[in-house]
């Protein structure tokens, strides 16, 4: 596969709402989007540092995956997303081949229209990792 960079990282907040006075009035960062993904349960906030995104994600239940991480693991980083330029489908496909274990088994829409799937953190040496294609 080909990756060009980091698209975004994804952190796990337990409010928006709370979690953007420091991005916005600290950092200095300026949030462009707000967008709930409704089948992972979450809304999510867009900032831009250079090419790269922060993307900040609350739970919408409590059976949201965020949610789940929050209780567990507390606010923080919850994933890492590279932009993959030869297609999502074929670095799924190149993964699997090296004995990667998947979460998603096929591409499906992310936040912002993206083309998104999941690999397994364990996996991965421990880090959730977004695959994701505009
Ligand atoms: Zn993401």
């Not at 709930?36 to 994600?57: M, N, R, S, Y």
């Not at 993964?95 to 083309?115: N, Q, V, W, Y």
Request: proline fraction near 3%; aromatic fraction near 6%; charged fraction near 25%.
């Amino acid at each position: 596969m080909k990756i060009s960079h980091i698209e975004h990282l994804g952190i796990a907040v337990k409010s928006i709402e709370e979690a953007l006075p420091y991005y916005e009035n600290v950092l200095g960062l300026k949030c462009y989007n707000i967008e709930v993904v409704e089948d992972q349960k979450v809304k999510t906030a867009f900032l831009k540092v250079g090419q790269t995104k922060i993307e900040l994600l609350e739970a919408t239940s409590p059976e949201s995956t965020i949610a789940k991480f929050i209780e567990t693991k507390g606010q923080g980083v919850h994933h890492i997303a590279y932009a993959i330029e030869d297609g999502v489908a074929n670095a799924l496909a190149e993964c699997e081949e090296k004995g990667i274990r998947l979460i998603d088994k096929a591409p499906r829409k992310g936040a912002e229209g993206l083309s998104i799937a999941f690999l397994h953190p364990k996996s991965t040496e421990g880090v959730l990792t977004e695959l994701c294609e505009a």
